[in-house]
């Protein structure tokens, strides 16, 4: 299992700035996944961060507008650039322990772009 | 998209009674699993099946596969308030545990 600590829990930004949220977990774990979750909708696949590689982004989502870094086994850094209010959203890390096939998530960011 | 559909959307029963989600998909699936989410936080897994099992429990869930039909169902027996929540289907196509989650069902449960 793992145990993970994601922040902030929640922001207000304004348009333009940028925000970085963090995830922190309580083990070591290859895969680390980003995921975006609009209001009332089902959760959309932004990216993989996998230790000691470039993270590989889904279609719709680039580097640019959301880096990741992955700087080693146990945290994670998502970054949304130059926000606008369709960033409001709720963004969430999670995790791929060893031999898992389940994977165990943060608590998520509530982001508010005004 | 291989994203699944669940349906009903929402889902309004008295605590003791069943609660029964389903949840289709669109191509071929190495596992399905099922997720809780509380008041829009992090997700909680609850069960994962793959696609070669037909059914599988763990407490009060049931969770069915149907390959042929490409749909699975969840059944949350003798509920309680404590069930409130949004529940996803989540398919695994790839092997590499890169989820696809549909769009859930609310369930709200009333003492």
């Known amino acids: 299992s793992a145990v993970i600590s994601q922040k902030p829990s929640r922001d207000i930004c304004q348009r333009g700035t940028s925000l970085t949220i963090q995830c922190q977990v309580d083990?070591?774990?290859?895969?680390m996944f980003w995921y975006r979750q609009q209001p009332g909708q089902s959760l959309t696949l932004i990216a993989t961060a996998n230790q000691g590689s470039e993270a590989t982004y889904e279609s719709g989502f680039v580097i640019d507008k959301f880096p990741i870094s992955r700087p080693n086994l146990t945290f994670s850094t998502l970054t949304v650039s130059n926000m606008s209010p369709e960033d409001s959203s709720i963004y969430l890390c999670?995790?791929?322990?060893?031999?898992?096939?389940?994977?165990?998530f943060g608590s998520g960011t509530q982001l508010s772009v005004l | 998209s291989q994203q699944g559909e669940e349906d009903p959307q929402a889902l309004s029963i008295q605590e003791g009674e069943n609660a029964t989600m389903n949840c289709s998909y669109k191509?071929?699936?190495?596992?399905l699993q099922w997720y809780r989410q509380n008041s829009g936080r992090g997700l909680v897994h609850l069960i994962l099946?793959?696609?070669?099992?037909r059914e599988k429990h763990s407490g009060r869930l049931r969770v069915t596969l149907d390959t042929s039909k490409k749909s699975s169902s969840l059944l949350i027996t003798a509920s309680r308030a404590a069930d409130t929540a949004s529940y996803f289907c989540?398919?695994?196509?790839?092997?590499?545990?890169?989820?696809?989650f549909g769009k859930g069902t609310m369930l709200l449960v009333s003492p």
């Open positions: 191509t071929s699936i190495n596992n």
């Open positions: 999670s995790a791929l322990p060893g031999a898992n096939e389940k994977l165990f």
């Open positions: 083990s070591q774990v290859t895969m």
């Open positions: 099946i793959r696609s070669n099992e």
């Open positions: 989540a398919t695994d196509a790839s092997g590499y545990s890169t989820l696809t």
